[in-house]
């Protein structure tokens, strides 16, 4: 059965750095929108399907060439979009995820210094007419999210273990990124109460909802 174009679903992705208190919004975010009575798919990335989740291990784990580590991102995201993404938006489920290609620009290009042009060209390659229709960008000081994610748990992979510097500049690129991309991406100050986010987040998330009903 054909389906009418305005019946595809909405991709809501949500970023910021390692610490940034992503995973309770996200949590909250699924909950309205399931209680709303939508059918949600929640994925992260690197990540959200067999394959991908293989390349994750890898991508977080081994050091490696910052161009090498910017290609997996994107075989991992290529596999994620052709089996996940794309088949649900196209049955009208909605997608949540956690990261998507505004990682590879704050961590690959602003963190590593990968070429912007290559990144470009890869975003061009892997997606070239899918964004997001919302970005939830947690924006907090490199030191509170250090606070958080040493008190958070016992693990840490090799992108948590990075400096502050490193931390700084990818801040730095979300940031510049949301200012390029301002209709889509909103800023959320992730320095506040979990309380005050959420309600922020959810406002958002909202206002989503109406524009699509
Ligand atoms: P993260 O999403 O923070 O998961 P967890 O909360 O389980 O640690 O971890 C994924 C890491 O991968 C994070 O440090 C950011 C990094 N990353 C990139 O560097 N580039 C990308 O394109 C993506 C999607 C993630």
Not at 197 to 207: A, E, K, P
Request: contains cysteine; hydrophobic residues 45%.
């Amino acid at each position: 059965m054909s389906q009418h174009p305005s019946a595809r679903g909405r991709f809501i992705t949500f970023e910021g750095i390692d610490g940034a208190g992503k995973s309770s919004q996200i949590a909250a975010t699924v909950d309205l929108l399931r209680e709303r009575g939508l059918t949600v798919v929640q994925s992260r990335e690197p990540g959200g399907t067999p394959l991908s989740e293989k390349l994750r291990s890898i991508v977080l784990a081994d050091p490696m060439h910052l161009e090498t580590e910017a290609l997996m991102m994107f075989a991992a995201r290529r596999e994620h979009l052709a089996l996940i993404i794309e088949p649900a938006l196209a049955r009208g489920d909605w997608v949540v995820c956690d990261r998507f290609t505004d990682a590879t620009y704050a961590y690959q290009v602003g963190g590593r210094g990968l070429d912007e042009d290559k990144f470009r060209a890869l975003e061009q390659w892997v997606h070239p007419h899918l964004q997001p229709d919302l970005t939830l960008l947690f924006d907090v000081p490199p030191a509170l999210a250090a606070e958080r994610l040493a008190s958070g748990r016992a693990e840490t992979d090799r992108f948590e273990r990075e400096q502050r510097d490193f931390f700084e500049r990818v801040r730095a690129a979300y940031l510049q990124r949301a200012v390029a991309s301002a209709g889509r991406i909103a800023v959320v100050d992730a320095a506040r109460p979990l309380a005050v986010v959420t309600d922020d987040v959810l406002g958002s998330v909202r206002r989503l909802l109406e524009q699509t009903a």
